[in-house]
């Protein structure tokens, strides 16, 4: 292939590439552009209120409260995300606050826009609310650094031996799973309550456990010689017994909703440091 020829080819390459990318970046403005008037009942709406409205209820790392008295009252991916939502509507934030019991039916009552405290996506939630996706809960698996049968283990499949015995909190809901993902090891069941059954594991009792990704990184900054399985990453990519979290929005609201996911996926990388950096904070 002569030298002329490929210098043709890159010289005409160049301009294509440039056209792909101005593309992309016009699909993305035009992706985070708010729905015209009289397309979405729910955003003219806003937009005549001139407020946001969303419910709020503290839920680390997706939403925190602040009440140090300085600063913004709200942190973390969910605020973050909400923030950018009332700055493209050209509105305020007018939070919500909710309890347990009250932030999901706030959205039907017509109380509240959105409900940004995180919620996991589950079956019974589908059929109320749509959600707009930004995170997920999973399970991590511990041990001992210097237990063997932990250390040699190089993914999580390895724990599924008969040689391993895994503990876990009775009644909890790793209990089933546990038993359904290791169905070849021994099981220690034990009460109590807690994220997690440390001591098992610490008293060389146990093996390996299952702990939310979440509270792992603090637990094991206090506990000193533990190890988790996924390994990388400290474990917070895990994709064990994953469960969706994200905003929710009341039902059949369709334009509505697609804005909102539109947005939410253009900042992904931004709402996954923020979520990283709640839980590098996290006691």
């Known amino acids: 292939m002569s030298t002329s020829f490929v210098k043709h080819v890159r010289q005409w390459l160049k301009p294509l590439a440039l056209a792909t990318s101005l593309v992309a970046s016009v699909g993305l403005a035009q992706a985070q552009?708010?729905?015209a008037p009289g397309k979405s009942p729910r955003v003219d709406a806003i937009k005549a209120s001139g407020v946001?409205?969303?419910?709020?209820l503290s839920n680390a790392p997706w939403l925190v409260e602040n009440t140090s008295g300085s600063g913004e009252a709200w942190d973390g991916p969910a605020w973050?995300?909400?923030?950018?939502?009332?700055?493209?509507?050209?509105?305020?934030?007018?939070?919500?606050?909710v309890s347990h019991e009250t932030k999901v039916p706030v959205l039907a009552?017509?109380?509240?826009?959105?409900?940004?405290?995180?919620?996991?996506?589950?079956?019974e939630r589908l059929k109320v609310v749509d959600f707009v996706i930004y995170s997920q809960t999973s399970i991590c698996m511990f041990g001992r650094a210097d237990n063997p049968k932990f250390s040699n283990a190089k993914k999580v499949d390895d724990l599924n031996s008969p040689d391993v015995t895994i503990a876990y909190l009775t009644g909890s809901a790793e209990e089933n799973w546990v038993k359904a993902r290791?169905?070849?090891?021994?099981?220690r069941a034990v009460?109590?309550?807690?994220?997690?059954?440390?001591e098992e594991i610490v008293a060389k009792r146990a093996d390996?456990?299952?702990?939310?990704r979440i509270p792992y990184v603090p637990l094991s900054r206090k506990v000193k010689g533990l190890a988790a399985l996924p390994a990388e990453n400290n474990c917070q990519g895990s994709t064990e017994k994953a469960s969706p979290v994200g905003l929710a929005i009341d039902k059949n609201q369709p334009v509505f909703l697609d804005w909102l996911r539109d947005v939410s996926k253009s900042m992904q990388a931004k709402l996954d440091a923020a979520e990283g950096v709640v839980v590098s904070k996290m006691e």
Do not use: C, H, M
Not at 109 to 123: K, R
Not at 182 to 187: D, E, I, Q, S, V
């Open 80 to 97: 973050i995300l909400a923030k950018e939502y009332a700055r493209l509507l050209g509105v305020k934030l007018q939070t919500v606050p």
């Open 109 to 123: 009552a017509n109380q509240a826009d959105l409900s940004i405290t995180a919620l996991a996506e589950t079956p």
């Open 191 to 198: 009460g109590g309550t807690g994220v997690a059954p440390v």
């Open 208 to 212: 390996a456990a299952p702990i939310n």
């Open 52 to 56: 946001l409205r969303v419910a709020v």
């Open 182 to 187: 290791f169905p070849l090891a021994k099981y």
């Open 33 to 35: 552009e708010p729905p």
